[in-house]
């Protein structure tokens, strides 16, 4: 089996999986527990949460840890407009973010916040232009992704961060780095921004972990609530195991950031030129994207024809977004792409075991889809 489907959810590394395994076994009791076993649960679950914050140069006090990115992404957004509603309703977002910060923005809408969705253009690239004009001094948040999770298209936040503080110092900035997280380098001081999301799954660790970067003394109001774990921020026994999981996937991830975006350049280089072979393959992807991430039109057959051919021949790409099953892409339609560009898009997204062969045997595939497949009629 070939996976290329890396945007969507990656394999659990073994060394993660044996971590949380022993940590099962070793470190059940609860951390909010008096007597000692409980300490040592808590001991332990601070000693990764103080590793994952060094990972992105945050403090360990700055670092949440929730059940997945999508929860960490609505405990940012609801938690920081709410906190800011009494002088500034107007909230800024991309119109090609994933659901799970589109429909908590479109909820704030149903509220009463004004919301400002910037599209990306034809090339699939959201002009820091236009989100700059979009901040006025009523502006409470401001959230972007910082790769999209269908093209790659990257933002510059440490520009853009600036950028919106010096039009409206207020505006907190919320990143969803759901896509970039341990992919590359992060430093949220010197991004200057308020909050962050990541998942556990994306990263080689297991689903069902995310994490918030918090700059400490942000305002924001808590709306997870029950006990006060995590500082009363997100209520909930603590995932210890997972947490633990999530350390050990960034312990192997973090002293190889440079290496493995030098592979997936590699990897993306030989995608292009076998794809080059092809005279009905477009390229949806802005060139300078994120290079793990290549979503393709390979037009005059239908997305899901294809990958349901590239799968019995043992390849696993996707049609989009793997939250938005069978409805079509969101981001290339906010581009405004051709109906028959959309109809047959595929995103191929690399991760740290794929290899130049996997690619050459995507590329044998393709060829084999056209000979074999019927092309849809116009
Ligand atoms: C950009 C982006 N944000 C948020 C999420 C949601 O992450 P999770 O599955 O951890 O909730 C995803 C998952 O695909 C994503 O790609």
């Not at 659990?12 to 009791?29: D, G, H, L």
């Not at 030098?262 to 280089?269: A, F």
Request: hydrophobic letters at 35%; one cysteine or more.
């Amino acid at each position: 089996m070939i996976y290329l489907d890396n945007a969507a959810t990656t394999p659990v590394n073994s060394r993660v999986a044996q971590v949380i395994y022993e940590s099962m076994q070793n470190c059940f009791a609860n951390p909010s527990a008096l007597y000692n076993i409980g300490a040592d649960s808590e001991t332990a679950m601070n000693k990764a949460r103080a590793f994952v914050a060094g990972c992105i140069g945050a403090k360990p006090g700055e670092m949440y840890f929730t059940s997945c990115a999508s929860e960490s992404n609505n405990i940012a957004i609801y938690g920081l407009a709410l906190a800011r509603k009494n002088w500034g309703k107007r909230i800024v977002t991309t119109g090609y973010e994933h659901p799970a910060v589109q429909h908590p923005f479109e909820f704030l809408g149903e509220l009463g916040f004004e919301t400002i969705f910037v599209n990306p253009d034809k090339s699939g690239i959201v002009s820091e232009e236009e989100i700059l004009a979009a901040v006025d001094s009523k502006t409470c948040l401001v959230s972007l992704i910082h790769v999209n999770n269908e093209t790659g298209a990257k933002l510059d936040i440490e520009r853009l961060s600036a950028a919106i503080k010096r039009k409206n110092p207020r505006t907190a900035v919320h990143i969803d780095a759901v896509q970039s997280f341990m992919k590359y380098p992060i430093d949220v001081k010197k991004l200057n921004i308020e909050s962050l999301s990541f998942s556990g799954h994306k990263i080689n660790g297991p689903k069902g972990i995310g994490g918030l970067y918090l700059k400490s003394g942000t305002n924001i109001k808590p709306v997870f609530l029950g006990g006060g774990q995590e500082k009363g921020l997100r209520a909930g026994t603590e995932n210890i195991h997972y947490i633990q999981g999530i350390a050990k996937a960034c312990e192997i991830l973090k002293p190889n950031i440079s290496r493995n975006l030098r592979h997936y350049r590699q990897l993306k280089k030989h995608l292009l030129e076998g794809l080059a072979q092809f005279d009905n393959v477009v390229i949806n992807s802005p060139q300078d994207a994120a290079p793990y991430t290549v979503n393709i039109s390979f037009t005059g057959y239908r997305s899901e024809t294809l990958l349901h051919f590239l799968d019995s021949v043992g390849i696993c790409v996707s049609s989009g977004s793997a939250c938005s099953k069978g409805s079509q892409s969101h981001t290339l339609t906010r581009m405004k792409l051709p109906q028959e560009q959309i109809d047959s898009a595929l995103r191929i997204s690399f991760g740290v075991q794929n290899t130049e062969e996997d690619v050459d045997s995507l590329i044998r595939a393709l060829k084999a889809a056209k000979e074999k497949l019927q092309k849809v009629k116009k």
